[in-house]
């Protein structure tokens, strides 16, 4: 409703302003021209923003001092703050970052955005900077219409800064053009009532351009004009600095309940120092006045003051904040809590990490990492074991044997409570996706696909073995007893090794996926149908036909559970570095090595190959991997 009515009212405004004089279409053009410009420095930016990202982001926010360091260099060379909050919304919301590094992100990107007001006052409004536009607009022009990213990411940067310098060129000759129409000096309140007043307008145009740069550009070029006093200048460059979190605010609409409290602390901290600008404004004016005489700013040069000002007040702000940034942080947290549900849903997957191809990995990576912890439920409790045991450090191998009991979980049940919903989630999530990045991330897309099908057709398959396993779980026919207690020890066996890998995943030694073969070999040896241990029972009439046929049947079951969680791990856990991924693979055994070492494990053991002798063999394997 109030879009409906907004909208409508600016246009109207705007109309008017246009029948009026010719002088306001000129600044008005100028304004909108700057506007482009910002939106097509943005999407050359984001051409950038794939690849190493993530990994920049995680080395570098860290550290309080690191993140704050990133959101002064990420905003100075993108000359968007709005840009840098959405990045990181949209990388909190995925879990790539935490929500103290997003503060410190944001803190950095209020000081990174002053750099904008020194290069328009000592640069833009001083040097025809318009002569610089039109050469960039040819070559940005001609670039964004190549097929290569990067050359096209370079393109809209330089249409972008063209279109910059273009609109700040309209924006001043309207100004100056607009002297012989009207003063709007005339309109100047001082004193306390004037800093209120121009502020909340210095909000206002903030909040309908979406871009303080451009409010900031639009106060420096009525300045240099003389269109505004010094005072009044300063009050709406505040205004400008608490109108931007309204960017943040937006975005943080479409996040999670991290995403909402970075905006929170956004609009925390531009407030809190907008507060602070004005309250202190005396001696925020007498720091100008002396940063200027030591740095040989002219008395009357207010351009320059203006953006001497708008630094020191953001610098006070970040100085006074970061102290208390833990307090904000677990007052957010406190504030905006995740809201209760009564059954699983997804934790990372939002609209906010779809702006850009690592969040929506990443978001992707940890749900479908979120789906397997819910799925591990299934997994152990249908084969009779407790999670907490899986991955405890307690010898499985006799904690089966001496457990003749079946721990009853209704599977059904928790698979539609627990996984199905959430695997639904992501496939949907997967597939809007699919149309918004790049075929590169659109194959690693496909990967966690898959992975997440594995883990739901494991959980299928250990509904079917649970329905055997319970009953001769507690035979007194030690023989079957024991072949599914094998069943039991592999699929538990599978689920700690993972979970180990799993811890790894992120140390740059690990070499996931020769792990990921010593288990595949362990699975082949444990088939009780081509190692012969089937035959020999059924021979020595140990078990009867119909015990035999369960267990061929769910020694297939046990087989495929194993290996599509094996292939899952593969997937989510060692896969960590691109840079690694064709190592491990140019190392990992092809099929014709693992069948050579099963023949000689074969060789060896002959006539007495035992399921109870594969892990043995597992630390051979692991062995040949590490050498």
Not at 125 to 132: F, N, R, T
Not at 542 to 548: C, D, F, R
Request: charged share 20%; net charge negative.
């Amino acid at each position: 409703m109030i879009r409906r009515i907004f909208l409508p009212t600016i246009l109207l405004v705007l109309a008017y302003g246009f029948w009026v004089s010719p002088d306001f279409k000129e600044i008005s053009a100028g304004v909108a021209i700057f506007l482009f410009g910002m939106l097509a420095l943005e999407e050359g930016f984001k051409a950038f923003t794939g690849g190493t990202l993530e990994s920049i982001l995680r080395k570098s926010t860290n550290r309080y001092w690191k993140s704050l360091s990133f959101g002064i260099a990420s905003t100075t060379l993108m000359q968007s703050s709005s840009l840098v909050s959405v990045i990181t919304i949209s990388f909190l919301s995925a879990g790539l970052i935490t929500l103290v590094a997003g503060i410190g992100i944001i803190f950095g990107a209020n000081i990174g955005t002053t750099t904008g007001a020194w290069l328009i006052a000592g640069l833009g409004l001083k040097v025809k900077i318009s002569a610089y536009a039109m050469p960039m607009l040819v070559f940005g022009v001609i670039l964004v219409f190549q097929k290569s990213k990067s050359i096209k990411g370079i393109g809209y940067i330089l249409a972008g800064l063209g279109f910059l310098f273009l609109g700040i060129h309209h924006m001043k000759e309207g100004f100056e053009a607009f002297k012989s129409t009207i003063d709007l000096t005339q309109f100047a309140v001082s004193g306390y009532p004037g800093l209120f007043l121009f502020a909340g307008i210095g909000i206002f145009a903030t909040v309908v351009m979406q871009s303080s740069h451009a409010t900031l550009v639009l106060i420096l070029t009525a300045l240099a004009a003389g269109q505004i006093t010094y005072e009044n200048a300063l009050a709406l460059a505040i205004g400008a600095n608490v109108g931007t979190c309204i960017t943040a605010v937006l975005g943080s609409l479409s996040a999670n309940v991290e995403g909402k409290r970075l905006a929170g602390a956004h609009l925390i901290f531009n407030v809190s120092t907008g507060v602070i600008a004005i309250v202190f404004i005396n001696q925020f004016l007498w720091g100008v006045e002396s940063i200027s005489g030591l740095v040989g700013i002219g008395a009357t040069d207010y351009t320059m003051k203006l953006a001497v000002f708008h630094t020191l007040f953001n610098l006070a702000g970040v100085m006074l904040m970061s102290p208390l940034i833990g307090h904000m942080a677990r007052f957010l947290e406190k504030t905006l809590r995740t809201k209760e549900t009564t059954g699983v849903e997804p934790k990372y997957l939002n609209d906010a990490v779809l702006e850009f191809p690592d969040a929506t990995m990443e978001a992707v990576r940890k749900e479908t990492l979120h789906l397997y912890d819910n799925a591990l439920e299934v997994l152990a409790h249908g084969v009779s074991l407790h999670r907490h045991e899986v991955f405890s450090d307690v010898d499985l191998e006799p904690m089966v044997v001496q457990r003749r009991r079946a721990i009853p979980i209704e599977i059904d049940a928790v698979y539609e409570r627990n996984v199905k919903v959430l695997y639904g989630a992501i496939v949907a999530f997967i597939s809007e996706a699919q149309t918004r990045i790049t075929a590169e991330h659109s194959e690693d897309l496909y990967a966690l696909r898959t992975a997440g099908r594995h883990i739901v057709e494991a959980v299928k398959d250990i509904k079917h073995l649970n329905k055997n396993l319970s009953v001769y779980v507690v035979s007194e026919n030690e023989h079957i007893r024991g072949e599914y207690n094998q069943f039991r020890l592999q699929v538990g066996t599978i689920l700690r090794e993972l979970g180990g890998l799993r811890e790894d995943a992120l140390d740059p030694e690990n070499m996931g996926l020769l792990n990921l073969d010593s288990m595949i070999a362990m699975v082949e040896e444990g088939d009780v149908v081509s190692n012969g241990s089937l035959d020999r029972l059924i021979r020595r009439g140990l078990i009867t036909p119909e015990m035999a046929t369960s267990v061929m049947n769910d020694s297939a079951y046990t087989y495929d559970v194993s290996m599509k969680l094996i292939e899952m791990g593969g997937i989510l856990f060692a896969t960590r570095a691109m840079e690694l991924r064709e190592v491990e693979r140019a190392v990992i055994l092809n099929e014709q090595e693992l069948e050579e070492i099963m023949e000689e494990i074969a060789a060896e053991e002959a006539a007495e190959a035992s399921p109870r002798h594969w892990r043995k063999h597992a630390s051979f394997l692991r062995s040949v991997g590490r050498h």
